[in-house]
């Protein structure tokens, strides 16, 4: 295991972080595996075939 020592509000290239002012998303999906972004634009495409008048559950 790797400890970092990291300040909230920064970027590990040193440069600031900067709000692009978008507005929030319903879900959040974090990865850095190609697999799992293959695999969950997948599933979004096979979920909203299945029906013309797909809405988001909620």
Same mark, same amino acid.
Do not use: K
């Given at each position: 295991?790797? +400890?970092? =020592? @990291?300040?909230?509000?920064?970027? $590990?290239?040193?440069?600031?972080?900067v709000d692009l002012?978008?507005?929030p998303?319903?879900?959040?999906? +974090?990865? =850095? @595996?190609?697999t799992e972004?293959? $695999?969950?634009?997948?599933a979004?495409?096979?979920?909203?075939n299945?029906?013309?008048?797909c809405?988001w559950?909620?």
């Open positions: 295991m790797h +400890l970092l =020592a @990291a300040q909230p509000g920064r970027v $590990s290239d040193g440069s600031e972080a002012g978008q507005t998303g319903d879900i959040v999906f +974090l990865s =850095a @595996a190609d972004l293959a $695999s969950l634009s997948t979004w495409g096979n979920w909203r299945q029906d013309s008048a809405v559950p909620t």
